[in-house]
């Protein structure tokens, strides 16, 4: 920075300083305006849910978990029923745990277990077809 030596460069020093105090101003109130946004609990939210399904290893194991606990629970449903023996319950929970267990250990081996069985059952039907014409 110069020396000032006169009034007219005093003026117009004071004059440079208050335009860059008042574009520092202006960025300071945008990015206030953006942290302000960022930090809403709904654009938090949707941040997060962005980060966990651009993730790829997040995505699955949310996905295996999921499933696992949706056919563990169907699986109790479908073995205990209404029933209201104690024993049978019992055993409907353990295999609750059991299948969930498993379905979200293993989700690579079922999915390929059941895109087998989706091609048998394809060949089948392509078999059936080709006989009745």
Known sequence: MQNITSSAQLKEAILLLEVEQIIKGRVLKQQFRLTY???KPVNLFLNAL????????V???LLG???????GFLSKKIFVGTSV???????????QVGVTNLV???PDGLKTFGQFVIQQFMRMKERRASTID
């Open 37 to 39: 946004e960022s930090l």
């Open 50 to 57: 962005k980060d966990i399904t651009t993730s790829p290893g």
């Open 85 to 95: 023996n104690l024993f049978r319950k019992l055993i409907g929970s353990l295999m």
């Open 59 to 61: 995505a699955d194991n």
């Open 65 to 71: 978990t999921a499933g696992g606990i949706v056919t």
């Open 104 to 106: 979200s250990n293993h």
